[in-house]
């Protein structure tokens, strides 16, 4: 039986993926690295420097900078995303999520936040949500990023809960290998074709609903 459902931010809480995407494809226009759908979806729930690696890898650049200048790429990227924040209001939060967290809370479910991003505090002040997240793994913490289980099998553990009991909720396949690896039930927000080993899947947030979950775990 479920008991808890641990959260992934960006692309499922509210649109900041689509300003990721936008920071990303700023800086691989920069350093002279075509940017593509499949490179762009690939970056999805993927670490700040793992995110710049696969970016210059795709460009055949891997081998062309300092670990120094990696950093200072990494942080361009940050501060241009930290601009692009800004704007956010609970306006922003996706629809059906804070309908969704209210009714999980009302029927004694607990829940934690997985996301990769060390922004993630600060985006939920934006949206004023940060009340219902007082569990959240700190991603400067683990060794390892998504797609490896540790995040949620860490979102798990805050709980007190064991991961069999967890649903892990994503819009990134990266993320989705990560609650099924950590032996939680996967939740996908997003197409088939993109998330694949989606336990559960949705085309949008506003049928994320325990009823609607139940009904795809029954099947
Ligand atoms: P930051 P999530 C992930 O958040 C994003 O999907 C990914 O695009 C980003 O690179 C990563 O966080 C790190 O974010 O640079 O802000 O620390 O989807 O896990 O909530
Ligand atoms: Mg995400």
């Not at 689509?18 to 490179?39: K, P, S």
């Not at 479910?109 to 993630?120: D, E, M, R, V």
């Amino acid at each position: 039986d479920l008991k808890g459902f641990i959260f992934d931010l960006d692309g499922v809480i509210a649109g900041t993926a689509q300003y990721h995407g936008q920071a990303w494809h700023q800086l691989a226009d920069e350093l002279g690295v075509t940017w593509t759908e499949e490179l762009a979806n690939g970056l999805k729930g993927v670490s700040r420097m793992d995110s710049l690696e696969m970016i210059l890898k795709a460009g055949g650049k891997e081998n062309d900078y300092t670990d120094e200048q990696k950093v200072a790429y990494a942080t361009k990227k940050n501060d241009n995303y930290l601009s692009l924040i800004k704007q956010l209001t609970p306006a922003d939060v996706f629809p059906g999520i804070k309908e969704f967290l209210d009714d999980l809370l009302a029927n004694g479910y607990q829940i934690s936040l997985a996301s990769a991003s060390k922004n993630a505090p600060t985006i939920l002040e934006h949206l004023q949500l940060a009340s219902y997240f007082t569990k959240v793994v700190d991603p400067a913490t683990l060794k390892e990023g998504k797609p490896d289980p540790e995040i949620y099998t860490r979102g798990a553990e805050i709980l007190g809960l064991d991961p069999a009991n967890c649903a892990g909720v994503e819009d990134a396949a990266a993320g989705v290998a990560s609650i099924n690896g950590a032996g939680e039930t996967s939740i996908g927000i997003g197409t088939r074709s993109e998330l694949a080993e989606a336990d559960v899947l949705f085309g949008d947030t506003n049928e994320l609903t325990l009823a609607n979950i139940k009904a795809q775990m029954d099947k």
